[in-house]
């Protein structure tokens, strides 16, 4: 698998997956990335692509939360 393959996670609509962060110390493999309106948790099983998924999301934009949206 290659970081493309999760482009729809970072170009989707705004508010449609967040990053929550679930430990402050871990960097980039401290997040869990959230589908909002599915209200599900997306899985990178892979930890080094993980790590890249998660600094395109974040390079992209898209929102960080300490919780997980109600």
Same mark, same amino acid.
């Given at each position: +698998? *290659? /970081?493309?393959?999760? !482009?729809? &996670?970072?170009? #989707? =609509? %705004?508010? !449609?997956? /967040? &990053?929550?962060?679930?430990?402050? =110390? ?7 990335i959230y589908? /909002?309106?599915?209200? *599900?948790? $997306?899985?990178?099983?892979?930890? $080094? &692509? ?6 395109? +999301? &974040?390079? #992209?934009?898209v929102s960080? +939360?300490?919780?997980?949206? %109600?």
């Open positions: +698998m *290659s /970081v493309d393959e999760f !482009r729809r &996670l970072w170009e #989707a =609509t %705004k508010g !449609r997956y /967040v &990053l929550v962060r679930v430990d402050e =110390t871990s960097g980039e493999e401290g997040f869990v589908d /909002v309106p599915d209200r *599900s948790v $997306e899985l990178v099983d892979d930890d $080094e &692509l993980h790590v890249q998924v998660i600094r395109c +999301m &974040l390079q #992209a934009g960080v +939360m300490d919780d997980f949206p %109600k």
